[in-house]
């Protein structure tokens, strides 16, 4: 069965940095664009980053840009999203997602999901 499951949340300090991991059972995981969403309590689902297939192209939303970075490991199967700077704003739940195809940042055209990790940023 094609699954996401992500990992690596917690509650940190404003400044402070963490690794957000998703581990991936999706038979052409290879072939699968892959792209992090977050939602806060009471926010929609909001676009964070993506890469696409091999890794070689990347895309991320305004907020993040140049604090994050999102990475993938084909040979393992998994997606990463490295957060440093991170700000109270950050805090949501964090989802991983795949989709057959390019880079999208429209949440409606990844056809797989996790369950989400919760990242909680004091100040």
């Known amino acids: 069965q094609d699954r996401l499951v992500e990992s690596g949340g917690g509650l940190v300090g404003a400044g402070a940095s963490l690794r957000l991991s998703c581990a991936a059972s999706v038979r052409t995981f290879g072939t699968y664009a892959m792209g992090w969403f977050r939602q806060a309590p009471g926010k929609e689902r909001e676009f964070v980053a993506a890469?696409?297939?091999?890794?070689?192209?990347?895309s991320y939303g305004d907020s993040v840009k140049g604090r994050f970075t999102i990475v993938r490991d084909n040979a393992v199967d998994a997606l990463y999203l490295q957060m440093n700077s991170l700000k109270p704003e950050d805090t949501a739940v964090y989802y991983c997602a795949a989709r057959d195809g390019g880079i999208s940042h429209q949440r409606d055209e990844y056809s797989y999901w996790g369950q989400g990790t919760q990242v909680t940023v004091s100040s």
């Open positions: 890469i696409n297939w091999i890794g070689q192209s990347t």
